[in-house]
């Protein structure tokens, strides 16, 4: 500590009533000296951050590469399975037809198809394979969007998260 802190801690200590003794008082300002004298070093510490962050990255990418998988899968079910169209395809057209990987014990499924703006184009009834013919009209709404994002409902929804969802962009 400067010897203006010095002469504060003292001040405050001072005007505290009933102060115990200046060999008390003392005792505080170098018990505070060293405290700070601890936490002032900043080069005590100075390559545990560089180091902290290098092993967060060494160990995040891997885990975050994994969890994302290859273009066109579904992670989410604790294996890699296709979905056409693959999520991020570039299409010349809206596709006729979504296609995702069965899901153990669903009853059925239910497909939503929004447009880039994530407004709902189109709702599926309920279907018992893991696809959908996409009728001409929702081909149609769908086909004004730059992009679009389809994810499937697993039913009955007994805390299974949706796969997807999956974007395919068209080129126009």
Known sequence: MSNRDDRRVADVLDKVEGSPSDDHDRAVLAAADRLLGERANPRRFRWHVPLGLAATVLLAVPVGLS???????????????SVEPANDSRLDSVPAELRWPPV?????????????????LWTSATVTTPKVALPEAVRAAASQSDRCLWSVDILPPDGRQPLGPYWFHLDR
Not at 67 to 81: C, H, P, Q, V
Not at 104 to 119: D, F, P, T
């Open 67 to 81: 969890m994302l998988g290859e273009t066109g899968t579904d992670a989410t079910r604790g294996g890699m399975a």
């Open 104 to 120: 153990a014990g669903a009853e059925g499924y239910r497909v939503v198809l929004r447009n880039e703006a994530a407004e709902v």
